[in-house]
């Protein structure tokens, strides 16, 4: 079962000191061992010549039915002499120093394997810590203690960003806000907008331990800026476009521990550091309309959509000026205009594009001969037009109109023979399913039969175990708000999945629900606005890697934050930011 949220703040919290995703994918936690057949690299014996009776090597005296065993190989019939303690960090947004009884530092600034150099006697006890951890994050440590009777390999670091929100007061007006879901760590980072009104934050991305979001001031526009998680540590990155004029950057993605922005439509690079790295890095046809948009990094390259002469296509680039080209002309006679899917899956990424046969599923490995057509779902010009909207585990999950069905579910790994239907979900109309949110081995979606309204279902990737959840609002009406379904960034897989969403049971208005997956495990978890009334949750993400934020609002207290764990007991209210009727939320 789940932890409770009080438990995980208090452990996440460990050397804190003061949420496209995202969009990576976490480690299956089985982590990584430097051994090699159980055996500790450090302790193997020197290698034989053949015929001699060295070291390290038992000699058996067939005659006397008996063997004569060496001291090497009494300790190696015993075990290893000694033990190391490694694992898997995920979800790190700068660096993170671990240690192995209050000792043995070792820092990390990048997602993978970790293993601690000093190593244990059989029986000794380890206890994983993290001593420095980014301002803006939390990180929990799982299976982190216990004691060392074999290699310890599966201690899992779990990181997340802190939730950076809109929160408007009444002398500031609506500002940045940043909370790591307690009391005391719910904090203004500034009015940017000094006697001008509202900053109006937005969050773009994590990248270089900081948090970079846009920001409106009266004498710069909307431009970007970065925090470490505190006032002081807040400041624009750069004033791009001159003056009260807007940038209007939007993020493409974090490549080598840099974040690309279109920008003005040109890619733009940037190492999130107040006076650092702010530059533009392509622009596809100088002096001209040509634009960027879209992207999804795959590995160490990163596809996006540039136009060149009027001609929208995909490239790649791996982050230098030589390496940025056309990654294929999909259509020859026109504009592909592709639009991708911006999570790589099993080394792939997903997009749809426009071509003779209509707009199509598209997958690339990010090389001219890996980028192809996956399925011409609706033969002929037409097109299919998959909207992309989740994933289960490798494989994707999109909506797709097919000969005799409207919009329907469908999921696909990338092959023409690996694409299927989920089911024709509404018989005499368009499913409307969308919203695939990963909870555990399945996805929870919304969709309707055509006689339910929108409602909670769950698919484990094949048409038999898709199904109806739960018919919230019973009968006709939508249960399901328009919004989407959101999960804890990082959880641990150990645990009880979960995933938090608007819904409307047609007493208790529109309030804030959670569910596992099945019926029993779907509830309202807090009527925030008691009755028939709403509280509208809006603003929901995640808090480090288990916690999600929200607000919702109330006649007594207006639009304020709240936090959850995924239960009704940890479902509780953070202060309010604009006390008494007035909205808080920006």
């Not at 919004?483 to 208790?508: C, K, R, S």
Request: some cysteine.
């Amino acid at each position: 079962m789940m932890r409770t949220w009080g438990w995980l703040l208090g452990f996440a919290l460990v050397g804190c000191g003061d949420s496209v995703a995202g969009d990576t994918d976490t480690d299956d936690g089985t982590g990584t061992d430097d051994s090699t057949s159980g055996t500790n690299p450090t302790n193997t014996g020197p290698e034989t010549s053949g015929t001699g009776g060295t070291s390290g090597t038992s000699t058996t005296d067939t005659s006397a039915g008996s063997s004569t065993t060496t001291a090497a190989d009494e300790s190696s019939s015993s075990g290893a002499s000694s033990f190391t303690v490694s694992g898997v960090v995920s979800g790190l947004n700068g660096s993170i120093t671990l240690q192995n009884n209050e000792g043995d530092d070792l820092t990390l600034d990048a997602d993978g394997p970790f293993t601690f150099e000093t190593p244990l006697e059989p029986g000794e006890a380890y206890a994983v810590t993290a001593s420095e951890v980014p301002g803006v994050q939390l990180c929990v440590i799982d299976r982190g203690e216990g004691n060392a009777d074999d290699d310890v390999s599966d201690v899992l670091v779990r990181c997340g960003n802190k939730a950076l929100f809109d929160g408007r007061t009444q002398a500031e007006g609506s500002e940045p806000w940043i909370t790591d879901g307690t009391d005391d760590g719910t904090i203004m980072l500034g009015d940017l907008n000094v006697g001008g009104g509202s900053s109006d934050p937005v969050f773009v991305a994590g990248v270089g331990g900081r948090l970079i979001f846009s920001a409106r001031t009266n004498p710069t526009g909307n431009e970007l800026w970065s925090t470490d998680g505190t006032p002081e540590g807040t400041a624009m990155l750069d004033e791009i476009a001159e003056g009260p004029v807007s940038s209007a950057a939007i993020p493409a993605g974090v490549l080598d521990g840099l974040l690309y922005l279109h920008v003005l439509g040109a890619l733009w690079v940037t190492d999130g550091q107040p006076g650092g790295v702010m530059e533009q890095f392509f622009d596809p046809e100088p002096s001209t309309q040509s634009t960027t948009s879209g992207a999804a990094v795959l590995g160490d390259v990163m596809v996006f959509e540039a136009q060149v002469s009027g001609d929208r296509e995909p490239w790649v680039t791996d982050g230098t000026v030589g390496g940025t080209m056309l990654l294929a002309d999909l259509n020859p006679n026109g504009s592909s205009e592709p639009e991708f899917f911006g999570r790589a899956l099993g080394g792939l990424v997903y997009f749809t594009a426009l071509t003779e046969d209509g707009r199509e599923l598209w997958v690339t490995d990010g090389t001219p001969g890996g980028t192809a057509q996956v399925i011409d779902a609706q033969p002929g010009p037409g097109g299919s037009n998959p909207i992309i909207s989740g994933w289960l585990g490798d494989q994707v999950l999109f909506s797709a109109v097919v000969p005799g069905q409207l919009s329907e579910p469908f999921i696909s790994d990338g092959t023409e023979g690996g694409t299927v239907a989920l089911g024709d979900l509404n018989p005499n109309g368009s499913s409307d399913a969308l919203g695939f949110t990963p909870l555990g081995d399945s996805a929870v979606f919304r969709a309707t039969d055509g006689m339910l309204g929108r409602e909670l279902w769950i698919t484990d990737g094949t048409p038999e175990g898709t199904e109806l959840v739960l018919d919230i609002d019973e009968g006709g009406a939508p249960g399901f708000d328009d919004g989407n379904l959101y999960a804890p960034a990082n959880p641990n897989l150990d645990d009880e999945p979960w995933a938090v969403f608007a819904a409307n049971n047609g007493v208790d208005g529109l309030e804030l629900w959670a569910t596992d997956g099945t019926a029993d495990g779907t509830q309202m978890l807090v009527d925030v606005s008691p009755g028939p009334s709403w509280s509208s949750p809006e603003q929901v993400q995640s808090i480090g890697p288990d916690l999600v934020f929200f607000f919702a609002s109330s006649a007594e207290e207006g639009c304020e934050p709240h936090v959850t764990d995924g239960t009704p007991g940890g479902t509780v209210a953070l202060p309010p930011i604009f006390p008494g009727p007035g909205d808080g939320c920006g």
